[in-house]
């Protein structure tokens, strides 16, 4: 049966010739459409059944019955569903992470590169990435050459609808930065602020909830903040070395000193550190000048390899680290996680 037009249903609101007419932009009005919809219904039920106290008009009786007919029809494809939440795409799972902390309920959610046991580097983009980049309003992703795969891809999907927030951006680094920026806690902060910022103009109707939720996520690093000043007053001033400088901000945080940077810069651009850089990194372990090794669990370079070999060989303290976050984790006990290795990987009476 064809469905009825409100415009038809609006003459049979109310009862009687002194009947009350509610139009259906002031029903919805009343507490939700499902509501609504329900004392829309109510309504024009009695008043359409009312034949058996009246006596209708030659053809009335047919053109009740053909109102309510439709009037099911009409209210069954009605649409009462809530909108759809707003997509993010997220190029890294950390920063997809802090995304759904702030977006909630209100925002669906799909991060890219999330499999902490895939090299990111040898990451290839696939034809669902492009899709998913072309129906998302809002992008998130690291910038300074960490993931320049993602800037062509918003080059080949412009939108003039989409939001892209370019998290390096947020806190002033550039290219040549160490492009790490997500273990360094004010990164996140100042995600987490303008993800609170950009959804609340999106979708004011929830401009409450993500507010709150911003709140929530600040509180929430408070104690990964203070165990990084608990180990600052411990280690500062300790040295340790990695193969590549994916902890640099944590060490920084922390106050140590880092050796074999030169090392660290040639494997992560995958190019050959120098022999000289070679043996000095060499002789650290051999003679425990570096007192722990960080080393990159998430990619395989064989002289970070080696490294990692005569480090365990001469009894250095090994801590692996990844650039993705690990399944099951959200972002904060992922970062309490990388400090306690730390903190485990040198007892207190290894401090200087």
Not at 136 to 146: K, L
Not at 161 to 176: E, F, P
Not at 246 to 271: I, K, S
Request: aromatic share 6%; net charge neutral.
């Amino acid at each position: 049966m064809d469905q009825i037009p409100f415009t038809v249903l609006i003459p049979y609101f109310g009862g009687g010739g002194g009947g009350r007419v509610e139009p259906a932009a002031r029903l919805r009005g009343r507490g939700g459409n499902a509501r609504s919809l329900g004392f829309v219904l109510g309504l024009l039920r009695r008043r359409l059944l009312r034949g058996s106290a009246t006596h209708p008009a030659p053809g009335e009786k047919l053109l009740r019955q053909t109102i309510l007919g439709g009037l099911f029809s009409t209210l069954a494809t009605m649409s009462i569903a809530q909108p759809d939440p707003i997509k993010i795409v997220a190029a890294e799972n950390f920063y997809g992470d802090v995304a759904k902390q702030i977006g909630g309920p209100d925002v669906a959610v799909t991060s890219i590169l999330n499999n902490p046991d895939q090299d990111p580097h040898l990451f290839e983009v696939s034809p669902s990435v492009g899709r998913d980049i072309s129906d998302a309003r809002i992008v998130i992703y690291n910038g300074v050459d960490y993931d320049p795969w993602m800037e062509k891809l918003l080059r080949a999907a412009r939108s003039a609808n989409r939001k892209t927030i370019v998290v390096a951006d947020l806190v002033g680094k550039k290219a040549g930065d160490n492009p790490h920026i997500w273990y360094e806690l004010a990164t996140m902060s100042a995600l987490a602020k303008a993800l609170s910022d950009t959804l609340s103009i999106e979708d004011p109707a929830h401009r409450a909830g993500y507010e709150g939720r911003l709140v929530r996520f600040e509180e929430s690093v408070r104690p990964i903040l203070a165990k990084i000043g608990e180990l600052h007053r411990r280690l500062a001033g300790t040295s340790v070395t990695a193969t590549e400088p994916v902890f640099g901000y944590v060490f920084d945080a922390l106050g140590m000193q880092v050796r074999n940077r030169a090392f660290q810069l040639a494997v992560m651009n995958n190019t050959e550190p120098s022999a000289s850089d070679v043996a000095a990194f060499e002789s650290d372990l051999k003679t425990h000048q570096g007192k722990l090794l960080i080393y990159n669990s998430q990619a395989t370079d064989p002289i970070a390899d080696r490294m990692r070999k005569i480090a365990k060989a001469s009894g250095v303290p090994l801590v692996g680290a990844t650039e993705t976050e690990p399944a099951g984790e959200n972002y904060q006990g992922w970062m309490t996680s990388v400090l306690d290795a730390i903190d485990q990987a040198l007892p207190k009476q290894q401090t200087p």
